[in-house]
């Protein structure tokens, strides 16, 4: 833990990633726990979490971040925890969401509850490693539905994935969120590119 590279955006007033939905969709703080970098001890965790089967990674360091969000004056607010869901068809593929993990792990230490039945995976998208910004918006500008919505009405919404690259994933989920009354979202990652 002494070596994994921090980021701290969550105590920063500006972050960078802050700017990463301006001008796209309304957010209110962006904050990532580690930078990661091709190579990096952040890479090969990731990479157990979500390939190699150690979904308890997602939890542990999850519960890690939500004790430090806690700790930061924009994340007080937030009332609870939505995970970016897979597509079911990989969710079966892969046996477990990496995602919802880290939300287990997050409401845990930030005592807030998660729920994986609000934003639905309706299309099943390929991986988006090798993709351009813009082809990574367009596998993904449809992709997600709400259902029951009106558990979130005027909630502030912590919005939660493993890794935040160009934000379009993120951006999909955000715009279908925005359109219950009154949420509010923010965003948390794991880590964001370097």
């Known amino acids: 833990l002494m070596h994994l590279p921090e980021t701290n955006y969550h105590l920063m007033e500006h972050s960078p990633l802050d ?16 930078f990661y970098k091709k190579g990096n001890k952040v ?20 519960e890690l971040y939500g004790r430090q969000l806690l700790k930061s004056p924009y994340y007080q607010s937030v009332d609870c925890i939505v995970p970016i869901p897979l597509h079911p068809k990989k969710l079966r593929m892969r046996g477990y969401n990496q995602s919802e993990w880290i939300a287990m792990g997050l409401s845990r230490s930030m005592e807030i509850p998660y729920f994986t039945d609000v934003l639905y995976r309706n299309e099943f998208t390929e ?14 500008k ?14 502030h919404v912590l919005l939660c994935d493993d890794v935040l690259t160009t934000g379009a994933t993120m951006e999909a989920a955000i715009t279908q969120l925005l359109k219950i009354e009154g949420v509010r979202v923010s965003v948390v990652t794991l880590a964001c590119a370097n």
Do not use: C, P
């Open 127 to 140: 991986t988006q490693t090798k993709k351009s910004r813009f082809n990574r918006w367009e596998n993904v």
């Open 19 to 34: 700017y990463i939905f301006e001008g796209r969709v309304s957010v209110e703080k962006v904050a990532s726990m580690l």
């Open 43 to 62: 890479q090969h965790i990731l990479h157990a979490l979500k390939y190699k089967g150690n979904k308890e990674v997602g939890r542990f360091l999850g």
């Open 142 to 155: 449809n992709v997600f539905v709400t259902i029951d919505g009106g558990k979130l009405k005027g909630k």
